[in-house]
């Protein structure tokens, strides 16, 4: 995809991703419930979310949320596609994939503004990962709704946050619980990892 199909000034024919979740703009037969309004840093796109709370919420350490989002960790909430209608500017997003470094709309992808830069989400093949920040919360109930549940990657951290919320070394529920984690989480943790080590041992998988 080149530049201008980027920037939507491509040829009829060629805009089949516009027609697609998340870039879809929904009509007003859709049932769509807007609960929240967002926007990039310039402006220029705009966006809204009938999800009231996010299917997950969770702060990222790892080296390469902290270089493309130039901060310690990534704040993050993930939502299915059809939760999100661009109202402005949806022409205006560029793509990039980091493993081979493009911009054309390849399935996994990061978006931004292409004005102003923006990280707008990372969208994979069946969700979406939107950055709360830009978000427009109208009062401290919204707010929490996004409230972050876990750490991940936390053993990159580059500072640390002693809030009691559950710090995994790296993907949530795959990786070991560290630092100031919950105490009854970690042990929780340890059970199960301990009942799914005795099961594989009784299949012989333990060898």
């Not at 795959?174 to 340890?190: A, C, F, G, M, N």
Request: charged fraction near 35%; glycine fraction near 4%; include cysteine.
């Amino acid at each position: 995809m080149d530049k201008d199909q980027a920037r939507g000034k491509e040829t009829e024919g060629m805009s089949e991703w516009k027609q697609r979740p998340p870039y879809r703009i929904h009509e007003s037969n859709d049932n769509f419930d807007a609960r929240y309004e967002a926007s990039c840093h310039c402006g220029k796109v705009k966006y809204q979310l009938s999800r009231e709370e996010p299917l997950d919420s969770k702060l990222c350490h790892c080296t390469t949320c902290q270089t493309q989002h130039a901060a310690p960790f990534q704040w993050a909430a993930i939502f299915h596609k059809e939760d999100i209608s661009f109202t402005n500017g949806h022409h205006d997003l560029e793509w990039y994939d980091p493993t081979d470094k493009s911009i054309e709309h390849k399935l996994p992808c990061k978006v931004r503004c292409s004005f102003c830069h923006s990280p707008i989400m990372d969208e994979g093949r069946n969700m979406i990962l939107l950055f709360p920040s830009l978000v427009h919360f109208k009062n401290d109930q919204d707010k929490a709704n996004f409230k972050p549940r876990c750490h991940m990657f936390y053993g990159q951290r580059v500072m640390d946050i002693p809030d009691g919320l559950p710090k995994w070394s790296g993907l949530n529920n795959e990786s070991d619980l560290i630092e100031d984690s919950p105490p009854e989480l970690v042990k929780q943790t340890e059970r199960k990892r301990e009942e799914e080590r005795a099961k594989r041992f009784e299949k012989g998988e333990n060898k």
